[in-house]
Each structure stands twice: as structure tokens, then as C-alpha cells.
């Protein structure tokens, strides 16, 4: 199956957000369309689409809700839905993910992510579409894919690449990493976080060069 292959509907009441993935997706090569609403995406035939990207906070509606009706109806519950929303905390992922999510992009996200994301899914759904080049992080299960291999991370790893990976081009100092990824009753050191980091990079060779560092503040991920 080819990009050309896919169906996907974007729901978002953002309307930067909807039309900048609309166009976005279609130089890529998807059939796309857009939905300003939940209702409005019911009222569009969702069963004819592959994949759903999916806004949590809407007007009407919201996400979560639609995910339900869709999730519940024999005609809808096999196509994926990807949420995107600027709820980051894990009880929403957790919550999401419970629905039938497929996987799940925190805002403000960048076009290249969104693209992985929706590969590695169709990628399971429709296990013959060619493995990607790069470095893809599936957050629902937990997986690191480089080029295609599936990368053994431990928890503290995973988290700290799958952040990096969403934000490219932010640096993020030792402390907000500390205080992103280890719980407030952990004490951690600098250390700590470049140990990781060390690691991380020498396991996702050859893009570990892509991490980047900067002296006595932190890393980022550096297209």
C-alpha cells in the first residue's frame, strides 16, 4: 500500500493546525480531508477513511467522545485514530489509549513526527507498506524502530528519545528532562541524564549524532 493508497480525515477545530496538516499531508502524497468538528467529520462518511487524526479539546463533541462512538460501531472500530491534543499528562494518554487509540501527539508538534506517527500505524495495520528510514518511537507499545529494527530502550531511555523526537529542534536543559521523566520521590543528578543520553545515542546508531547537546545547559533533537 502506497501513500496514494490512504484515506485520512484530519478533525481539529484549530483551523491553523486542520489545514496545515490538510496541506502538509497531500504534498506527501495522502488523500486527505478536513473536519472543522466531530459532528462535522460524522456527517463526512468516517467508515470510508483509513486513519482519523484526532483532536481532543473541541467545541460540541469532543474526541474522546467521538473515539468512543467510533470505537463502539461495528462499521468504524478498525480505523485507526491518532489524537492530537495539548493535554500532555499520562491520565489523558492513559484515558486515550484505553479508547482504542492507536497513538497519541501531544501539541505543539512538528509535521515530520505527525508523518512518522501515521506510518508506523498503517504500518501494523497493513504490515506490507515498506519499513521507514529513521528513528520512530511508538509510544502505546513502548518500541523504538531504527530503520525498520525494532531497538530494546528501557523506560527512561524510551522517554527521553520519544520527547527529543517530538520536539526537534528544542534543546531541554538536564533539569526539565529530570523533571519530565523521573518521578518528584526519585533523586537524580546531571549524570544521570547524560549516562542516558549516552546510551541512547550508541543504540540508535547511526542517528545518535542527531542529539545534540548544549555545553552545561542540555539536548535536542536535531533534524
Not at 501513500?3 to 484530519?10: C, G, S
Not at 509510544?139 to 520519544?162: N, S, T, Y
Request: aromatic content about 6%.
Amino acid at each position: 500500500m502506497n501513500n496514494r493508497d490512504i484515506k485520512l480525515l484530519v478533525v481539529d477545530d484549530e483551523e491553523g493546525i486542520r489545514e496545515g496538516l490538510r496541506e502538509y499531508l497531500a504534498l506527501e502524497g495522502f488523500g486527505v480531508d478536513a473536519a472543522e468538528s466531530a459532528e462535522a467529520a460524522l456527517a463526512m462518511g468516517i467508515e470510508n477513511y483509513d486513519l482519523l487524526l484526532l483532536d481532543v479539546m473541541m467545541d460540541g463533541m469532543g474526541g474522546f467522545q467521538l473515539a468512543e462512538q467510533l470505537k463502539n460501531s461495528e462499521i468504524t472500530a478498525h480505523i485507526p485514530i491518532i489524537f492530537l491534543t495539548a493535554k500532555d499528562s499520562d491520565d489523558d494518554m492513559v484515558a486515550g489509549l484505553r479508547l482504542g487509540a492507536d497513538d497519541y501527539i501531544p501539541k505543539p508538534f512538528s509535521m515530520k513526527n505527525v508523518m512518522a506517527r501515521i506510518e508506523a500505524v498503517m504500518r501494523r495495520v497493513h504490515p506490507e507498506m515498506p519499513q521507514p528510514s529513521g528513528v520512530v518511537c511508538n509510544r502505546q507499545k513502548l518500541i523504538c524502530m531504527v530503520d525498520g529494527r525494532e531497538v530494546l530502550l528501557p523506560r527512561k531511555e524510551f522517554e527521553i528519545l520519544a520527547l527529543l523526537l517530538d520536539n526537534p529542534g528544542r534543546i531541554f536543559s538536564r533539569e526539565e528532562l529530570m523533571e519530565r521523566i523521573w518521578p518528584d520521590n526519585v533523586v537524580v543528578i546531571d549524570r544521570t541524564v547524560d549516562v542516558h543520553v549516552t546510551r541512547i545515542r550508541s543504540k540508535i546508531a547511526p542517528y545518535g549524532k542527531h542529539i545534540v547537546s548544549r555545553s552545561g545547559y542540555g539536548y535536542g533533537w536535531q533534524d
